[in-house]
């Protein structure tokens, strides 16, 4: 019985049934119904969230991202003007006015006098401004681009539903796919959006893969310009490692695994004043975190090997680099820089000789290394104990994974 009172009369006194019956009466008076119609991105929605025909969506959409991120960053923007204008015109003129070529101040910030590239010279103006510029910004400007047409069209979300069943395998739900995307930009913001998952656990593991096995576009970028035919069994190398000690992590680490709840909005067009406030932000981020961080990673790096500080550390860690990874000695001052940055780090291992499978096995360490130390700030925002533990999980993976790549080397008698 439901109790009702009424100003000005007395109260009246209602069954259930009498009272959904006024409901209904009410409803009838005020609310009036239609046919609706399903337009062509009803359709389209419908299309892209139900597996049958959104996986192979999925796959196209990530392959249009793909080619036109490397055929727009890479082929028409880096190779097609930036090294014209760094190998051509900038790198000649500061070897030319930059006094003494034997002096500490001209490796420092000039480099090898004898490169005829950027990359080689590895200097704080040359290489350093070539690879933030050069390389990086046209591979991350196109990346944001691409991701804010995908976030603002309302297909983001789609895909979030398609991966739900994928991901929940490791311990996350569809929703940590946003992680993910963004993390092949920047792990910067790619760690601040675990937030958007529900448990420690979730967000812990997706925290410890990001940092782990997710490049990101900075170091995409530098991939694909010096080392564009191994870019696919890097990522191949990463996504086995992701899927395997995600699904570790999901079994050892307690916790819950709830259901993914995510509003899927109707597609619509992305409003182009959005889509550039968003871009410009994020591409001024970059410019203001990540170019310093370059500059000044170069910088200390030349200053380490001036003081003979790389050597030491490359004959104290020989036999764990040469034994157990398979990779040469020299390999430590790249991943010096990748505490730095991790663009810089592939950069500088492009200059060093080495195998087909040395380069891949010291890129995929190089990747799952460290987090550079952005990433590292972040997450200690997030809470120490989560770095912490992340950091041990990461040594632990690192250990692990790279002799298992070494062993697989031999066993096909590449290594």
């Not at 006094?99 to 040359?126: I, K, Q, R």
């Not at 409003?271 to 961080?293: D, H």
């Not at 291992?349 to 460290?370: K, N």
């Amino acid at each position: 019985m439901a109790v009702v009172a009424v100003e000005g009369a007395e109260a009246m006194v209602f069954s259930s049934d009498a009272r959904w019956e006024m409901v209904d009466a009410i409803t009838r008076q005020t609310v009036t119904y239609g046919t609706y119609k399903h337009t062509l991105g009803d359709v389209l929605g419908d299309l892209t969230v139900k597996p049958l025909t959104g996986i192979p969506v999925a796959f196209a959409a990530l392959y249009a991202f793909w080619s036109v991120f490397t055929s727009f960053a890479g082929t028409l923007m880096t190779d097609g003007f930036m090294v014209k204008f760094f190998d051509g015109f900038w790198l000649p003129w500061m070897q030319s006015v930059w006094p003494d070529p034997a002096s500490w101040h001209y490796f420092l910030f000039v480099g090898n006098p004898a490169a005829d590239t950027c990359f080689e010279a590895f200097g704080m103006l040359t290489s350093g401004l070539f690879v933030s510029i050069g390389v990086v910004l046209p591979a991350v400007l196109v990346f944001y681009l691409m991701m804010t047409l995908l976030e603002d069209s309302g297909y983001l979300p789609r895909l979030a539903v398609l991966m739900d069943s994928v991901l929940h395998r490791i311990g996350l739900h569809g929703y940590a796919i946003v992680p993910i995307i963004l993390g092949l930009g920047c792990n910067v913001p790619a760690v601040t959006a675990t937030r958007i998952l529900e448990t420690k656990k979730q967000r812990f593991i997706m925290m410890t893969l990001l940092a782990l096995f997710i490049p990101c576009g900075a170091q995409l970028g530098i991939m694909m310009s010096v080392l564009p035919d191994l870019v696919g069994i890097v990522m191949l190398c990463l996504i086995v490692g992701f899927c395997i000690f995600g699904f570790v992590l999901n079994k050892v680490i307690p916790g819950e695994n709830p259901e993914i709840l995510v509003d899927v909005p109707r597609y619509h067009w992305p409003v182009k004043e959005y889509v550039a406030k968003k871009l410009w932000n994020r591409t001024k981020g970059f410019l203001k975190e990540a170019v310093p961080f370059v500059l000044f990673g170069i910088l200390v790096v030349n200053l380490l090997y001036l003081g003979g500080v790389i050597q030491g550390l490359a004959n104290l860690l020989e036999p764990v680099f040469v034994t157990w990874f398979g990779v040469p000695k020299e390999t430590v001052g790249p991943l010096i820089a990748a505490f730095l940055r991790k663009d810089l780090a592939i950069a500088q291992l492009s200059t060093i000789p080495m195998t087909t499978y040395q380069m891949v096995a010291s890129v995929v360490l190089v990747t799952i290394y460290f987090p550079c130390v952005a990433t590292f700030v972040v997450m200690l925002r997030e809470g120490w104990k989560e770095l912490i533990a992340a950091i041990v999980v990461l040594f632990v993976v690192v250990f692990i994974y790279g002799g298992i790549i070494h062993g697989i080397g031999i066993l096909l008698g590449v290594a």
